[in-house]
Nanobody, 125 residues
Framework: QVQLVESGGGLVQAGGSMKLSCAAS????????MGWFRQAPGKEREFVSA????????ASADPVKGRFTISRDNAKNTVCLQMNSLKPEDTAVYYC??????????????????WGQGTQVTVSS
């Protein structure tokens, strides 16, 4: 069983940066694909970024490519999301998620069996 706890959210001005962290409990962390998803008010949850279990592969959604970077430290059981050049449309609750399944489905929220409680990110214009 993996438990996930996000931290690092808050309020930032447009153009600013913010780093989200996700701390995982459990010995299986290094075998999990880890992802970040977000959900804005009135919208469905959407994929943001994912990283393979080894960290060798990453993927990001088009709206955040070139601005967000995902990373992980398997020794510390953490995954981070560095967000730069933030825009008001990045405002959402951000969720950390873990999947024991294949990397091939990293963008599918249904493929993730473990979720954090979410952290609010608000970008002011």
């Amino acid at each position: 069983q993996v438990q996930l706890v996000e931290s690092g959210g808050g309020l930032v001005q447009a153009g600013g940066s913010m780093k989200l962290s996700c701390a995982a409990s459990g010995r299986a962390f290094s075998s999990y694909v880890m992802g970040w998803f977000r959900q804005a008010p009135g919208k469905e949850r959407e994929f943001v970024s994912a990283i393979s279990s080894s960290g060798d592969s990453t993927a990001s959604a088009d709206p955040v490519k070139g601005r967000f970077t995902i990373s992980r430290d398997n020794a510390k059981n953490t995954v981070c999301l560095q967000m730069n050049s933030l825009k008001p449309e990045d405002t959402a609750v951000y969720y950390c998620a873990g999947s024991s399944g294949s990397w091939n489905y990293y963008g599918n929220s249904d493929w993730y069996e473990h979720w954090g409680q979410g952290t609010q990110v608000t970008v002011s214009s």
